[in-house]
């Protein structure tokens, strides 16, 4: 495992996958896990990953994403959804989850399901799912950070038809929709982005210390 | 460094912490840095980090905070923030930044900067400051992921008074609005949720394999 430091400098949007490499089953079960244990805002877990392999579907997908190579080419790609409907109901499952795991009695629980719907209350329908989606960008950036320090390359990505891929993996029908996506593989070796510098401003510009 | 999977197991989101254990300052810049070269969409960084260590203020955001005390007990605190104001200055900004690391003509990357405010004349202001809301989600995932894997732990919080901090920090000055908050440092023994068990939904429930 690299150290994390060289590990981020070495990551970059890679842009040309070797199409030859894929994530062995250990490589694509660790990533799942990382995302699996990412935290979420109350520890709710508004989330759902979907990791696309079929390649007649990603090339579908990729048609739905500006032709961007990476979509069909890499290895796996890992599409972010989060449910569509989010309401009390959701709070419940996550509840009775915790009275599950930690083995106490729900009714222990109920002043924070209470906490939690408040704070529901507070959101309309497009708030919540855009409160949803900012969690799943945590994960992104878990998996993001993971894969580096596992030498796997990613490449994020928003530019895609949330719609088209909706319909494309049949996510309608499952109630969620799709917000970020990531191409998940090894990078070609002759992948021209992988000699540009990385740009990030210099520290002065981006750290405030009080 | 720990494996990531074991990293992820480990951490938590850490109620009490260690008031006696600060980060050494290799430490701290480890994980400014890790913030530093986290990824955004186009590469934009849109986000300025701020980390608080002084005790007053500290004292002032925990009242802020709900009372949490991880805010005023962890060794530091980062307040992740955006600007207020999005707009084409800040794609220019980004852009002398590429040709600089570069060393490009500007003139060439004309193009990039017209798609990139493209995409900005689509958003207004609201949108644009929850598209780099997201984007500074990703570092705060990111630097999850990292200080797990250097056994530093990390609280993420989104319980806090927003308008309240910026006024605190002086971030109204500086254009600058709070978005997501993380106290950073080494969890106290007597935690008590320490040992808690972690509370995830089965990888049959949050991943979906196409």
Known sequence: MKNIIEAMNSRYATKKFDTAKKL?????NE???????????????????????NPEIRKELQKASYGQPQVSEASHLIVFTVPKNIDDHLVDEYIKSVAEVR?????NLGEYATMIKG???????????????????IALGVLVASAAVMSIDVAPMEGFDSKKFD?????????LVSKVIAAVGFRAKD??????????????KVIIEI
Do not use: C, H
């Open 31 to 53: 990533l799942l896990e990382v995302l699996r244990l990412s935290p979420s805002s109350f520890g709710l877990q508004l989330w759902k990953f979907v990791v696309v392999a």
């Open 24 to 28: 062995s089953n250990t490589e694509l």
């Open 167 to 175: 319909e494309l993996l049949g996510l309608n029908k499952m109630g």
């Open 103 to 107: 083995n106490i009695p729900i009714e």
């Open 119 to 137: 704070f529901l209350s507070g959101l309309n329908s497009e708030q919540r799912i855009e409160w949803a989606t900012k969690q799943a960008y």
């Open 191 to 204: 992948d021209p982005a992988t000699s540009e510098k990385k740009v990030r401003f210099p520290k002065e």
